[in-house]
């Protein structure tokens, strides 16, 4: 079922928000959101039912073909056993259904050394959350802070650019210097 919020009453009158706009802006979000789902579940349900029901063959390689090999077994698979299948369906589940994946949690007891050392002992830690974490950061560094990305952006756009100007259909040269020059003098503004 598609989840619905803000609509039940609130075990705790104090959590109550005095922030109208946000509260109407937020329940119109989700009844739009439940509307456009609602549209899509029926299509999103039957590929999911197709694609648990189409049988796959495929060519096993390794231990699976030996093993196939000596049990004389069909190549076939059914697609509910398949990994793709188990992704969409995890996929569409999460992003139609709100089900995310699990926590995972752990209570480290009071005597614990590990938690201890990290002043945790006696406490819950949602290792899921610190996984998440620990991805962003990486992501971050990779990505957001790598001056090796951003270099390599700008010398592509910049060679793309270069070729439209040459071929003149958007813009010719002196547009196109002027622009660059523009761009290259307001960068740290930008940033």
């Known amino acids: 079922m598609i989840p619905t919020y803000y ?16 509260s109407v802006i937020a ?14 579940q029926p299509d999103l349900e039957v590929i999911k039912m197709q694609m648990a ?7 096993p390689i390794g231990l699976d073909a030996l ?8 190549d076939k698979k059914v697609g509910a056993d398949t990994n793709t299948y ?5 996929f569409m589940d999460m992003q139609l259904y709100g089900e995310e994946s699990k926590s995972i949690l752990k209570k480290f007891a009071e005597d614990s ?9 006696g406490k819950e830690v949602n290792f899921s959350k610190v996984i998440h974490s620990i991805k962003n950061y990486g992501q971050l560094l990779g990505l ?6 951003g270099a390599t952006g700008m010398a592509t756009a910049f060679l793309a650019q270069l070729g439209m100007a040459a071929n003149g259909r958007y813009f010719d040269f002196s547009s196109f210097s002027k622009a660059y ?3 290259v003098s307001n960068l740290f503004g930008i940033v």
Not at 7 to 22: A, F, Q, R, S
Not at 53 to 59: D, H, I, P, Q, V
Not at 67 to 74: A, E, G, N, P, Y
């Open 7 to 22: 609509i039940n009453k609130l075990d705790d009158p104090n959590k109550i928000t005095n922030d109208l706009v946000g």
């Open 53 to 59: 029901n189409r049988a796959y063959t495929g060519k």
């Open 86 to 90: 188990k992704f969409i369906s995890r």
């Open 181 to 183: 020059f523009n761009m």
């Open 113 to 121: 050394k590990i938690g201890k050392f990290f002043g945790l002992a």
């Open 67 to 74: 093993k196939r090999k000596i049990f004389k077994q069909s």
């Open 27 to 40: 329940y119109f979000k989700m009844a739009e959101n439940f509307k456009n789902k609602t549209e899509i």
């Open 144 to 149: 957001g802070l790598n001056l090796a990305v």
